[in-house]
């Protein structure tokens, strides 16, 4: 998930980065502008609003200065200047960057009361601790069981690290929902991963309250727990600490889009991907949201694009395969899993629900792969309550029910397949697969809305979730 740069510069930090520039062979030759950098970092640190007024109040009083005097403007942008000539001679290895606000070139920027004047800091691009943080961002960002792994080892190297425990135990936490994903379709580890997330993101906002990301990412955890309060909370939170960052966090988009405020996580959506055009993964999710809402045509076109930026994006491909499947076009279906597989590197189906319901759908399908495919799926329906494949086994159940239907199975006489399809169904969500949350929105799942029992269960988890206040169902 693409996420922005979330680990940030210890106040500690700073005060050492101020001491070093200030002890600096280049500014101790001008006092005023040392005087002046001093002031501005040393206010902001202690929350004060950074105005001229205050810049003229501490060095340039009137008198002797006059009251229209522009010296302290002047000085500031001197000041900058200065500190530009700094970063690119001896502070270029420097770990933390001090950063004074300035117009584009060839623009004038008016900024908002206290802006002109605050310092921001972050840090190096040179920083190590900010090379690995990256490289752990970059591989999180792919979502893939692999490259998590790779994760954990980025992430858990800097949760001793100042400056990057906040943000790293939040990544460990996200780290552990790419496991989810294909844990929880293997074993009964829902739980275990989910609480391991929880711990790892609540460590975060105590390093960090002020920091949006913990909240977002413990809003998104405790989602996938049924904590459906407790993630209104902290995703409220995260907005008000940074709206802007947790409108890109696709966890936000998920969390709407649960609780029912689908039309507000498209539109969230849909900006993101015209911000972000470029990335694969956010043309991705827009695609999915579109899917959901039943406007295939328009995720199809998204879901396109994303495999142009990236051909092996499998979000993308496993998407269109079950909006192919929906709209009965499983041969084209059948070939995105099998690229979705081979991006993800799995030597069994990852969706072999999805393969059996394709093939139940196409009559087109040569016999021999009809067969084989029956055989296997088959082999996986001799016990539809076993912990494999929870989500999986649903669907496998609806392609039997097709393939009764079209005469290509016999009917058994003990049980229909959509009954069981219902019983794994709600057994998937009661062991917090996160595919679950959304069985009243997947359109892969209308043959079961002719099961009573598939009614109960909407009525019971989507239509009866008692929401947070604030937000409604639709």
Same mark, same amino acid.
């Given at each position: 998930?693409?996420?922005?740069?979330?680990?940030?510069?210890?106040?500690?930090?700073?005060?050492?980065?101020?001491?070093?520039?200030?002890?600096?062979?280049?500014?101790?030759?001008?006092?005023?502008?040392?005087?002046?950098?001093?002031?501005?970092?040393?206010?902001?640190?202690?929350?004060?609003?950074?105005?001229?007024?205050?810049?003229?109040?501490?060095?340039?009083?009137?008198?002797?200065?006059?009251?229209?005097?522009?010296?302290?403007?002047?000085?500031?942008?001197?000041?900058?200047?200065?500190?530009?000539?700094?970063?690119?001679?001896?502070?270029?290895?420097?770990?933390?960057?001090?950063?004074?606000?300035?117009?584009?070139?060839?623009?004038?920027?008016?900024?908002?009361?206290?802006?002109?004047?605050?310092?921001?800091?972050?840090?190096?691009?040179?920083?190590?601790?900010?090379?690995?943080?990256?490289?752990?961002?970059?591989?999180?960002?792919?979502?893939?069981?692999?490259?998590?792994?790779?994760?954990?080892?980025?992430?858990?190297?800097?949760?001793?690290?100042?400056?990057?425990?906040?943000?790293?135990?939040?990544?460990?936490?996200?780290?552990?929902?790419?496991?989810?994903?294909?844990?929880?379709?293997?074993?009964?580890?829902?739980?275990?991963?989910?609480? =391991? +997330?929880? *711990?790892?993101?609540?460590? $975060?906002?105590? @390093?960090?309250? /002020?920091? %949006?990301?913990? !909240?977002?990412?413990?809003?998104?955890?405790?989602?996938?727990?049924?904590?459906?309060?407790?993630?209104?909370?902290?995703?409220?939170?995260?907005?008000?600490?940074?709206?802007?960052?947790?409108?890109?966090?696709?966890?936000?988009?998920?969390?709407?889009?649960?609780?029912?405020?689908?039309?507000?996580?498209?539109?969230?959506?849909?900006?993101?991907?015209?911000?972000?055009?470029?990335?694969?993964?956010?043309?991705?999710?827009?695609?999915?949201?579109?899917?959901?809402?039943?406007?295939?045509? =328009? +995720?199809? *076109?998204?879901?396109?694009? $994303?495999?142009? @930026?990236?051909? /092996?994006? %499998?979000?993308? !491909?496993?998407?269109?395969?079950?909006?192919?499947?929906?709209?009965?076009?499983?041969?084209?279906?059948?070939?995105?899993?099998?690229?979705?597989?081979?991006?993800?590197?799995?030597?069994?189906?990852?969706?072999?629900?999805?393969?059996?319901?394709?093939?139940?759908?196409?009559?087109?399908?040569?016999?021999?792969?009809?067969?084989?495919?029956?055989?296997?799926?088959?082999?996986?329906?001799?016990?539809?309550?076993?912990?494999?494949?929870?989500?999986?086994?649903?669907?496998?159940?609806?392609?039997?029910?097709?393939?009764?239907?079209?005469?290509?199975?016999?009917?058994?006489?003990?049980?229909?397949?959509?009954?069981?399809?219902?019983?794994?169904?709600?057994?998937?969500?009661?062991?917090?697969?996160?595919?679950?949350?959304?069985?009243?929105?997947?359109?892969?799942?209308?043959?079961?809305?002719?099961?009573?029992?598939?009614?109960?269960?909407?009525?019971?988890?989507?239509?009866?979730?008692?929401?947070?206040?604030?937000?409604?169902?639709?």
């Amino acid at each position: 998930m693409s996420l922005p740069e979330v680990a940030l510069p210890t106040e500690p930090e700073i005060h050492r980065q101020l001491d070093r520039i200030l002890s600096s062979e280049i500014f101790l030759r001008i006092q005023q502008q040392a005087k002046l950098l001093d002031l501005i970092v040393s206010k902001t640190l202690e929350g004060e609003e950074i105005t001229e007024k205050l810049i003229r109040d501490q060095m340039f009083p009137s008198p002797p200065y006059k009251d229209d005097s522009n010296i302290a403007r002047r000085t500031f942008d001197l000041l900058r200047d200065t500190l530009n000539q700094y970063y690119s001679s001896v502070g270029q290895q420097d770990s933390v960057l001090i950063i004074l606000a300035k117009s584009e070139k060839g623009k004038r920027t008016f900024f908002q009361t206290g802006q002109a004047y605050t310092p921001t800091f972050k840090y190096n691009t040179a920083h190590p601790a900010l090379l690995k943080f990256r490289l752990g961002v970059h591989f999180l960002s792919r979502i893939s069981y692999e490259e998590a792994i790779e994760c954990l080892d980025y992430f858990s190297q800097l949760t001793e690290v100042p400056g990057f425990a906040a943000a790293a135990h939040a990544s460990l936490a996200e780290t552990m929902l790419i496991f989810l994903l294909r844990e929880s379709r293997l074993f009964d580890s829902g739980m275990e991963l989910l609480i =391991d +997330a929880r *711990n790892w993101s609540e460590i $975060a906002i105590t @390093l960090a309250p /002020h920091n %949006w990301h913990g !909240h977002a990412v413990l809003g998104l955890v405790s989602l996938f727990l049924h904590d459906f309060q407790r993630a209104h909370l902290e995703f409220e939170e995260a907005h008000r600490l940074s709206a802007s960052d947790t409108d890109r966090y696709y966890g936000y988009g998920i969390y709407l889009t649960t609780v029912g405020q689908l039309p507000k996580a498209l539109i969230i959506a849909r900006i993101n991907a015209q911000e972000r055009i470029e990335d694969a993964i956010a043309q991705s999710f827009y695609g999915l949201l579109l899917y959901l809402s039943r406007r295939f045509d =328009d +995720a199809e *076109n998204f879901l396109m694009m $994303a495999l142009k @930026l990236d051909r /092996h994006c %499998w979000i993308a !491909h496993g998407i269109i395969a079950a909006l192919l499947t929906d709209t009965e076009r499983s041969l084209e279906s059948l070939m995105h899993i099998g690229k979705m597989d081979a991006a993800v590197g799995e030597k069994i189906w990852m969706m072999p629900g999805l393969v059996f319901l394709c093939t139940s759908r196409t009559p087109k399908l040569v016999e021999d792969a009809r067969n084989s495919n029956l055989k296997a799926s088959l082999a996986i329906l001799i016990d539809v309550n076993e912990r494999r494949d929870r989500f999986q086994t649903v669907l496998l159940c609806i392609g039997a029910d097709e393939f009764v239907r079209r005469g290509l199975m016999e009917e058994s006489s003990d049980y229909s397949w959509l009954v069981k399809a219902n019983g794994s169904l709600f057994y998937a969500y009661e062991k917090y697969d996160p595919l679950a949350l959304w069985l009243h929105l997947w359109p892969v799942l209308d043959p079961l809305r002719r099961v009573p029992e598939y009614r109960t269960m909407l009525n019971r988890y989507a239509g009866g979730l008692v929401l947070p206040s604030g937000t409604e169902q639709s």
